[in-house]
Each structure stands twice: as C-alpha cells, then as structure tokens.
C-alpha cells in the first residue's frame, strides 16, 4: 500500500530518490543527477526504474536521463516551461498536472524561481512531496531565472501543504543554510535546538533528510516572513511579506 522510499547520495551534495510501490513493483526516480551512484541504488534495493519525474534542466537533475533511457526503457516527466532542456522527455507536466504512479495520485505544483520552470511533485495520499531546489531544509533555492517574488508565491504554496507532509530535496545544503538561519532568527529555540541535532547527524556523515513542512514553518527563515521576532531583527515590521522574503534571500545570497 505505502510507497517505499530509498534516498542516496549522488555527485559531491546532491541526492538521488528511487520511490518504489511494492505491490506492482514500479520505481520512480525523482531526477537524475548522477549514473553511478544511481545504478548502485538500483542494485542496492532491487528496484528497477520505469519513470523518472524530473523537477528542473539543470545538469544535476538530468545528468543521467539518456544513459537510464537508453538501460531501462524509462519514460521520463518534466515542467513544460523546460521541455525543451530536458534530455529524453517523454511527456510534460505543468501546474495543477495530475499523475498516477501505481495507483498512487501525483500532483504537480509549479515553484519557479530557482529556474523559470521548475516543478515540484506531491503525493497527496502518500503525504510525501519532492521539492527539488525550490525548498531546502532550513533554505531555498538560489534564484538563477526568476526573481524574489516569483519564488516568494512558489514558497508559498509548498508551505500551504499539510504540516505532517514529508519533504525530498534536492541538496544536502542542511548546515550552510542553518549557520544562515540562525543569523536571520537568533532566538528561535526551536531553530537552535533543529541545529544543534544537524550538527551532529553532519559529524556522522549522516543526512539531514528528509524534513517536514512542519519543521520548516517553525525554523525555515525562507518560510518565516510573516514571523514578529525576524520582522524585527531585520527593521522590517511593517514590511510586505514579500520583501521580508526578497531581503532574506538577498542576505544569504551575501551570506
Ligand atoms: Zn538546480
Ligand atoms: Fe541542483
């Protein structure tokens, strides 16, 4: 019934998720970073991939489509908005998209700003989304196509989603982006206590996720900007939610 989830690591920070429905046996792969490292957690878990649900263009989300096309037969998924940077696309997907994964209902939002077209992938039923390098944990993607208010709106779809939802993302960019938040949020004790345990899961060269959207709405800096205690910190209580957000991303970009 549940879906299996198995997340590595691929390249020098990025990870690589093979999602696996047991009772048909088909495996899904949230992007493709890396050949190698992908192969192994095929061969690790036995599951043989038949789709792969690409979130953006960027190298190290499509390094691997053609090689995976060319050994599985896959078919692969992608933001329409990018179609046409996406090596082996099959078939696109844009906002409000719907998607069957062995039964289980896919649904596609939209979350330009780190690329113009990027996608995330929930699994309303399953409580599970893929956010790729829109939401980090503790941090958002760097926006390379769109600027801050385009994010902002992306950003706030992903936080309307359940609080129990769990959250894949694309990098482990856990404690550069807490060293951050903590500048942003000082007295969060939630925030500091979250990265007191990153400090060690990182010493134990262990990974930081997944996350929640839950955790993120309580020490998220990037999904705080309606939060007094930061509105305060960066002289902007009276601020739009907006610009609370712009000038966040703005500090971490000169962080
Ligand atoms: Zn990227
Ligand atoms: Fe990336």
């Known amino acids: 019934m549940g879906l299996q989830i198995d997340q590595f690591m691929c390249r020098s920070d990025n990870f690589g998720v093979l999602v696996h429905d047991e009772a048909s046996g088909r495996t899904a792969l949230i ?27 960027h190298a190290d ?26 090596p082996g696309i099959d078939e696109t997907v844009s906002e409000g998209s719907r998607l069957d994964f062995a039964g289980h209902r896919i649904e596609v939002i939209e979350t330009p700003g780190h690329t113009a077209g990027h996608v995330s992938y929930h699994f309303p039923d399953d409580g599970v ?28 779809k992903l936080a309307a989603l359940p609080a129990a939802t769990v959250i894949y993302c694309g990098h482990e960019y856990t404690l550069a982006n807490a060293r951050f938040a903590l500048t942003i949020d000082p007295t969060n004790s939630a925030l500091k ?60 970009d000169n962080f």
């Open 31 to 57: 992007d493709a970073p890396e050949e190698t490292s992908i192969l192994a957690a095929i061969e690790r878990t036995g599951w043989k991939p038949d789709l792969i649900l690409t979130t953006h263009h």
């Open 193 to 252: 206590e979250r990265v007191a345990k990153i400090e060690k899961l990182r010493a134990d060269d262990k990974p930081t996720l997944p996350t929640t959207i839950g955790e993120e709405l309580a020490t998220n800096p990037f999904m705080r900007w309606h939060d007094p205690a930061i509105r305060k910190n960066l002289g902007m209580e009276t601020a739009s939610d907006v610009d609370v957000f712009a000038e966040i991303r703005k500090r971490k």
């Open 61 to 86: 989300h499509v390094e691997a489509n053609l090689a995976l096309k060319e050994r599985f037969g896959l078919k692969i998924i992608g933001p329409k908005a990018e179609a046409d940077k996406i």
């Open 129 to 156: 989304a893929f956010t790729a390098d829109t939401l980090f944990a503790l941090g958002c993607g760097r926006l390379f196509e769109r600027p801050a208010p385009v994010m902002f709106v992306s950003m706030t």
